[in-house]
């Protein structure tokens, strides 16, 4: 790093991989799914499958917003396009670990909520094995290195 020379106890990176910055936080994908016609309640934890395309996440949260009919918001979706970030078809039947085959219907196409930033790794510092954004790194340690670097004089050797 040109703005702090001299220090050899961190690690520039480089490449193309693409982390996250231990302060700007990880990548998180959600879905909020409508569904209808529902024979049963999702549960939080149970995962969710589309019966015609396969798509699948993990239940967060559930809201019912009537006898048959709620939203519920996925993690850690798979198999979706990501070109264009879409799970799911309209009137798609779900099958739910818990909640049993076919126990409702998706109202409307599910777009991916994608949160958080990656960085590429030219762009990271490993320090104290820990990666963090440039801007961060530089942010949080750099008085820290600069008093490091400042002289330490003993008062009783001053005069001397």
């Not at 994608?114 to 790194?137: A, K, M, T």
Request: charged share 20%.
């Amino acid at each position: 790093m040109d703005r702090i020379k001299g220090r050899s106890d961190f690690t520039e990176l480089s490449g193309d991989k693409y982390r996250h910055c231990h302060v700007c936080g990880p990548v998180t994908h959600r879905v909020v799914v409508h569904f209808d016609g529902s024979s049963a309640t999702p549960t939080v934890g149970e995962t969710i499958t589309g019966v015609t395309t396969g798509d699948a996440g993990v239940v967060e949260s559930v809201t019912m917003t009537g006898d048959t009919t709620g939203v519920m918001v996925l993690t850690s979706p798979t198999g979706y396009d990501s070109e264009s970030s879409v799970m799911f078809q309209d009137n798609e039947a779900l099958t739910g670990t818990t909640s049993g085959v076919g126990f409702s219907l998706v109202n409307g196409g599910c777009g991916i909520n994608i949160s958080g930033r990656l960085h590429p790794d030219w762009n990271l510092v490993e320090y104290r094995g820990i990666y963090y954004c440039r801007e961060h790194f530089t942010f949080m340690f750099k008085q820290e290195w600069i008093d490091d670097q400042r002289p330490s004089i003993n008062e009783n050797e001053r005069g001397k």
